[in-house]
């Protein structure tokens, strides 16, 4: 797997794969109806893509998943907005391969960020699984983070 930039033009079809991926929440505690924001806007997607945080996950010549990325060059970090995979792909391991991309493709952070629902039970425990822990519960969120020295410890038993 690598990830790509996304381009505006491929919008809509990452729109698509986000709808499949997110519907398939009410499976791991979500209610049905309840989205993360712009999941199913094409015009959203394509700010992101303009802006330069749409990325694309590729296996070969194959779209299979998507992440929203916000680097923060200054600061040394990466805010890992949203990732998905295209629910045709759940349970095949293509989740965990895209985070190691995001973490590969960003060698100059020294912390990744990223929150999630506390009622989603599938979310919650693959980040944990990857080594991010949680440093605040707000508002019906856990929110996780994974240090250098954290990420390294972990790709070292690997």
């Known amino acids: 797997m690598y990830i790509v930039k996304a381009e505006a033009d491929q919008a809509a079809k990452i729109v698509d794969m986000s709808v ?87 060698p100059c952070a020294a912390e990744f960020d990223l929150d999630t629902p506390c009622w989603n039970e599938r979310t919650n425990a693959f980040y944990k699984r990857l080594g991010y822990r949680i440093i605040k519960v707000e508002d019906g969120f856990n929110y996780y983070q994974k240090r250098k020295s954290e990420l390294d410890a972990v790709q070292n038993l690997t």
């Open 20 to 106: 499949r991926a997110f519907e398939t929440d009410v499976n791991v505690g979500g209610t049905k109806g309840e989205y993360p924001p712009g999941f199913d806007s094409i015009e959203w997607h394509e700010q992101m893509a303009r802006e330069g945080h749409l990325y694309q996950a590729m296996v070969e010549n194959d779209l299979v998943g998507a992440a929203i990325v916000f680097p923060d060059e200054i600061n040394k970090s990466v805010y890992i907005g949203r990732i998905f995979i295209d629910s045709i792909y759940h349970r095949k391991g293509y989740g965990l391969r895209l985070m190691e991309c995001i973490e590969k493709n960003f």
